[in-house]
């Protein structure tokens, strides 16, 4: 699995840099995941501007991020939803869970939340 973790201002940034996120990979997520949603950690801003398919597996992984920062008192933040992912999170109706932004510095900052 390619990502990267960068901290900025207390706040944590997983760059996921895959196509899919499916099946395969979402355990794999979900270890990492499980390490990095702490409670030191109270803002977890997930790029997904490389994913171009995501599955019901991969769903779960993101749904797990944000129990694990629900749980510490933090929040997910998701950014850079192609429209293909976009259309299933809004289709499963996890826009109203998680906060959507364009892009990594407006989830920074709290700025306006992506509307589709």
Do not use: H
Request: glycine content about 6%; charged content about 30%.
């Amino acid at each position: 699995m390619k990502f990267d973790v960068q901290e900025k201002n207390g706040k944590l940034i997983l760059s996921l840099y895959e196509k899919r996120l499916d099946a395969k990979l979402a355990p794999d997520l979900k270890g990492e995941f499980l390490i990095i949603c702490t409670s030191a950690i109270k803002e977890l801003i997930i790029d997904l501007s490389e994913v171009q398919f995501c599955d019901s597996s991969g769903l779960s992984s993101l749904l797990f991020a944000e129990r694990q920062m629900r749980e510490n008192g933090g929040v997910v933040k998701l950014v850079g939803l192609t429209d293909n992912v976009a259309s299933l999170i809004k289709i499963s109706q996890l826009d109203r869970v998680f906060s959507i932004y364009t892009t990594v510095d407006e989830a920074m900052t709290g700025g306006k939340k992506e509307e589709r």
